[in-house]
């Protein structure tokens, strides 16, 4: 099966907005509501978002927002931390069963438990988690800033980092210090081939940038990794026309828009399948946008106590990002 291969966008007829997103734009300004976009939310929603980006900047903006309403297009735990950092804000996501495996793959019990095998511990916690595994954890990071993080912490001081084993191994190969990995990983992530990217990058000779969430095989035979809103950069200064990307095919847009002199190509998973999507973040639409603006519903409720608690990690992380 053929490659799926983006022309440069520059080169491509740009999209009116239609109907459907003229009437998201006419709530969200009856609502004074923010509009934030995950990466990997399809096209018709980055379009009409007020900031679209990675989880960090994401955090960033639902921090220092003046909106009365959030609108979340991402998965759940965005949208609860969100709510964390704003507790009297209204915050609403399109689809409240939008989960994520990461987060699947660890409860704050478990984590409670873990911890108590490794005493003295400090825990690092990926931002793909729940506000109850947040409260459990001394810092939160992102695929942005986790080496900085990590880095933060004596040599000497002993770190479990979860829930992501994959992250979690890129840091430790970008740090050479080892830590204590959670054994869970993104689904979307994980499904990439090596041998099939292998092959992909020889018959265009363009070179791969993916996603630390890879396993390292995939992440071996790429030429760079990085998080999501650190491809535009290097994509923009690679010198070759042709970037292959492997992580959620949603973002490929966002890389046309910000380079639309190149070409962009999703990275197969395997031999057989086109490329990657997230099965979460596939149940934001440009629908149900408009009907949780329209209606204020799904809102995301978080307990205040543990709302307290879990906003000290995230607001450290925050800290530690901008030094």
Same mark, same amino acid.
């Given at each position: 099966m053929e490659p799926i291969i983006f022309p440069p966008y520059k080169d491509s007829p740009k999209p009116a907005l239609s109907p459907l997103q003229e009437e998201v734009l006419r709530l969200k300004r009856e609502r004074n509501a923010v509009i934030l976009a995950h990466?990997?939310?399809?096209?018709?929603?980055?379009?009409?978002?007020?900031f679209c980006g990675d989880s960090l900047g994401l955090s960033f903006q639902a921090r220092d927002t003046s909106a009365d309403v959030i609108v979340f297009c991402g998965v759940d735990f965005m949208a609860e931390t969100a709510k964390i950092l704003n507790p009297e804000k209204t915050v609403l996501?399109?689809?409240?069963? /939008? %989960?994520?495996?990461?987060? +699947? =793959?660890?409860?704050?019990?478990?984590?409670?438990?873990?911890?108590?095998?490794?005493?003295?511990?400090?825990?690092?916690?990926?931002?793909?988690? /729940? %506000?109850?595994?947040?409260? +459990? =954890?001394?810092?939160?990071?992102?695929?942005?800033?986790?080496?900085?993080?990590?880095?933060?912490?004596?040599?000497?001081?002993?770190?479990?980092?979860?829930?992501?084993?994959y992250l979690g191994s890129w840091v430790e190969e970008q740090t050479g210090r080892k830590m204590i990995l959670w054994d869970g990983c993104c689904c979307a992530h994980a499904s990439?081939?090596?041998?099939a990217i292998k092959k992909i990058k020889a018959a265009l000779n363009a070179p791969v940038v993916c996603h630390p969430e890879c396993p390292k095989p995939v992440r071996d035979v790429c030429d760079f990794v990085c998080s999501t809103e650190k491809m535009i950069n290097w994509a923009r200064e690679n010198p070759s026309k042709t970037?292959?990307?492997?992580?959620v095919f949603q973002m490929i847009h966002r890389l046309r828009r910000e380079v639309p002199d190149k070409i962009f190509v999703a990275a197969p998973p395997n031999d057989?399948?086109?490329?990657?999507?997230?099965?979460?973040?596939?149940?934001?639409?440009?629908?149900?946008?408009?009907?949780?603006?329209?209606?204020?519903?799904?809102s995301i409720k978080v307990d205040p106590e543990l709302a307290k608690k879990a906003r000290k990690p995230i607001e450290k992380m925050l800290e530690w990002s901008k030094k």
């Open positions: 990466n990997y939310v399809d096209e018709d929603i980055q379009l009409i978002a007020d996501m399109p689809d409240a069963a /939008s %989960g994520c495996s990461l987060e +699947e =793959s660890c409860s704050a019990e478990e984590l409670a438990a873990f911890k108590r095998e490794y005493p003295d511990s400090a825990v690092v916690s990926y931002i793909n988690c /729940s %506000g109850a595994v947040k409260a +459990e =954890s001394d810092v939160i990071c992102t695929s942005g800033n986790a080496v900085k993080i990590v880095e933060k912490f004596p040599k000497d001081r002993r770190i479990i980092f979860a829930p992501d084993k990439y081939d090596p041998e970037i292959i990307v492997a992580t057989i399948q086109n490329c990657k999507r997230c099965r979460h973040m596939d149940k934001n639409t440009l629908e149900k946008v408009r009907d949780c603006l329209r209606d204020m519903s799904p």
